[in-house]
Structures are given as structure tokens and as C-alpha cells.
Nanobody, 122 residues
């Protein structure tokens, strides 16, 4: 019933910036956690950053100081501003959200987006 849609992935050169966006749609009561994960070829999927409903944030050491996660609760959206991109940032980036669905029991479920490709290369 809930779907996530990412956008913003692109091919860029080292040092350039990108902003990823993810919008949630469906029967949403509230969103607790929003996060971005990424998976590079031959590697495990890893947490890049997350932001809670209280605006507490966490970043992977590899992106700290370069990436910024933010959310727009009114639009059910999460963003990832990526600056000073490096070739090591090349990966498929996935949006993730923990959402309380509009039901009689107010169930909490986890949702994933389809992923968006970010390639950093000269």
C-alpha cells in the first residue's frame, strides 16, 4: 500500500554534487525513520545515513562531513545532499523508511525504494 520512489541519481565527475530525493505515497499515518542505503558492486548494502522523526541523524564514517540527510514531513520526503563526491561513492542508492500505516491496528512496516544509480567517474 505504501511505495517509495527515488530520483536524482546521475553520472558526475569527482568533486561534484548531487541531491537524491525519495517520496513516499500511500496510506501513511506517520513516518518514524528515513534512511539512505547504498550498495556498490561486489559489496554488501550499507547504511549511508538516517534521520529520525526527532531529527536525530547518523552518518557512515565514509560520508560524514560530505553528505547531509534531511526530511520534509509535510511532503513525506527524504533527501540526501551529496557534496565532494568520490569514485568510491559509486553505488545504487536505496531509500528506506519505517512507516506507521493507516490501519485499525496502526502497524509499523519497513519499505524500500527501487534504487537509483550514482556513478562518480572522470
Amino acid at each position: 500500500q505504501v511505495q517509495l520512489a527515488e530520483s536524482g541519481g546521475d553520472l558526475v565527475q569527482p568533486g561534484e554534487s548531487l541531491r537524491l530525493s525519495c517520496a513516499a505515497s500511500g496510506s501513511i499515518f506517520s513516518i518514524y525513520l528515513m534512511a539512505w542505503y547504498r550498495q556498490a558492486p561486489g559489496k554488501q548494502r550499507e547504511l549511508v545515513a538516517h534521520i529520525t522523526s526527532g531529527d536525530s541523524t547518523k552518518y557512515a564514517d565514509s560520508v560524514k562531513g560530505r553528505f547531509t540527510i534531511s526530511r520534509d514531513n509535510a511532503k513525506n520526503m527524504v533527501y540526501l545532499q551529496m557534496n565532494s563526491l568520490k569514485p568510491e561513492d559509486t553505488a545504487v542508492y536505496y531509500c528506506y523508511m519505517t512507516i506507521m500505516v493507516v490501519t485499525h491496528t496502526r502497524e509499523v512496516d519497513n519499505y524500500w525504494g527501487q534504487g537509483t544509480q550514482v556513478t562518480v567517474s572522470s
